[in-house]
């Protein structure tokens, strides 16, 4: 006679690891909670920092009229201000600040999306073609006269020779292959041949021309009127949405590289080429009308991915809001260090940002004292 295998043991021993594993599900649920409430709080606290920064920038300056304390009431309509006090606060201050709060979100998040689509940390908007670009955009406007639209010569120069420069990169990577390493290898050599020309205009260039190459090249915040910041902010506003929506394409390409994002249904190329796009939209609105202004979309989605982690979900919103606090922080302490001298907001973000990043690197790898 044939024994059955004892299937009551069996299911009887299944059953008594059951609540063990529901324990285990549930600790990793409340983890999973508390992280992501952590995460948020961090999130919201830097949007409250910003807008600190953002009502603090709003009160301070050079004028001798309008202190602290006196801009504070205005802004508030505790006091009357007079005409000057008016358009010193609402015309130049005002646009100042949102050109801040608009430029740091957008090349933060161009920085946040190109690092993720092609798999380099070292990547920005400035350093894959946009830059150089803008700048041969610009030297052409001022040096030979030449503007696409000559009403608004180095803006429209500007914004257009950035995105044909983006739009070469494009179209060589995917000739050559499709892997990341192609884009960034075709975009160094354009920044070069970019620069060589930029270089070669400089040299013929009257000492009027190359001052005003050169101011346009530090960038600056106080060149957009209210309208254009207007304008500049709806259309960003716009953009970033569409870089939400690639999240989880790049969750799957950093996950794993481009065969776990094709296993997942993720086209790698065609997510890479319309990241890509994008980037440069969002880049070139900016500079066109600041000039250059590097390392925020280089060090905002760095310090981000420390506070948040590499989940892109939450990595772009973050990259958003530290990109607009880090662009405000250093046009404020530019604007009043040396008052009334202003220092222009590209030097400075390099000055303070530079050793702030490489500390929060050093501390989170546990190389600082």
Not at 22 to 41: A, P, S
Not at 103 to 116: R, S
Not at 238 to 253: S, T
């Amino acid at each position: 006679m044939i024994t059955s295998p004892n299937i009551t043991g069996l299911s009887e021993s299944e059953n008594s690891f059951a609540p063990h594993r529901g324990k285990q599900m549930d600790e990793i649920t409340k983890e999973h909670q508390e992280k992501t409430t952590r995460q948020l709080v961090m999130v919201g606290s830097l949007c409250l920092v910003t807008l600190f920064f953002a009502v603090f920038s709003m009160g301070t300056g050079s004028s001798e009229t309008l202190d602290m304390k006196t801009s504070m009431k205005i802004m508030f309509g505790i006091q009357t201000p007079s005409e000057l006090q008016s358009d010193i606060i609402w015309r130049l201050r005002l646009p100042r600040v949102l050109m801040a709060i608009i430029a740091g979100t957008a090349l933060a998040t161009a920085g946040a999306l190109m690092q993720g689509c092609l798999g380099n940390p070292l990547v920005s908007p400035l350093t894959l073609g946009v830059a150089s670009g803008a700048a041969l955009g610009a030297a052409f406007a001022i040096i030979l006269g030449f503007s696409v639209f000559p009403k608004a010569a180095i803006v429209a120069n500007a914004f257009a020779f950035s995105l044909l420069v983006v739009a070469i990169i494009i179209q060589l990577g995917s000739m050559r292959s499709v892997s990341a390493e192609s884009y960034i290898l075709v975009g160094i050599a354009i920044t070069f041949i970019s620069g060589a020309i930029v270089s070669t205009l400089t040299y013929f260039a009257t000492d009027a021309q190359l001052s005003q190459l050169t101011h346009w090249s530090f960038g600056s915040l106080s060149r957009p009127t209210l309208e254009d910041t207007i304008w500049i902010g709806a259309i960003v506003l716009c953009l970033i949405p569409m870089g939400l929506i690639f999240a989880w394409d790049l969750n799957a390409m950093s996950l794993g590289g481009d065969d776990f994002a094709i296993s997942t249904g993720v086209d790698p190329q065609s997510t890479r080429r319309n990241i890509l796009i994008l980037s440069a939209l969002l880049t070139s609105v900016v500079i066109s009308f600041t000039g250059l202004i590097g390392f925020v979309g280089l060090a905002a989605p760095h310090m981000s991915r420390l506070i948040i982690g590499n989940d892109y979900r939450k990595l772009i919103p973050c990259s958003a809001v530290s990109g607009s606090l880090l662009m405000l922080f250093a046009d404020t302490v530019g604007r009043t260090l040396f008052a009334p001298v202003v220092i222009p907001v590209g030097i400075m973000l390099s000055i303070i940002g530079g050793p702030v990043f490489m500390y929060l690197l050093m501390r989170h790898r546990g190389g600082v004292m």
